[in-house]
């Protein structure tokens, strides 16, 4: 089992700055994949940005250029920065830790509000 622990939301204005940080503990030597995932109201929970056990990243089309994770190995966390934020990254957002298809673990999320 692994827990995961998010940290770093909070509110800021259109064309801001927030970093999410992401603290593994547990089962953590078989984790494949790292991400963040973000609900808005109303909405399904989408796929913001990922990072591999070899430190390939991908990201949502909507984030590309604005948003970059990395990770820790060391210190067992990964982190978003989130840069040129905007009112529609206004979100919950989860870490998510994947050790197999059937074997994922959810942080406890982080509001991320974005508005003037």
């Known amino acids: 089992q692994v827990q995961l622990a998010e940290s770093g939301g909070g509110s800021v204005q259109p064309g801001g700055s927030l970093r999410l940080s992401c603290a593994a503990s547990g089962s953590i030597s078989s984790i494949s994949i790292m991400a963040w995932y973000r609900q808005a109201p109303g909405k399904q929970r989408e796929l913001v940005a990922s990072i591999t056990a070899g430190g390939s990243t991908t990201y949502a089309d909507s984030v590309k250029g604005r948003f970059a994770m990395s990770r820790d190995a060391a210190q067992n966390t990964v982190a978003l920065q989130m840069n040129s934020l905007k009112p529609e990254d206004t979100a919950v957002y989860y870490c998510?830790?994947?050790?197999?298809?059937?074997?994922?673990?959810w942080g406890q999320g982080t509001q991320v509000t974005v508005s003037s």
């Open positions: 998510n830790a994947q050790r197999s298809p059937l074997d994922v673990s």
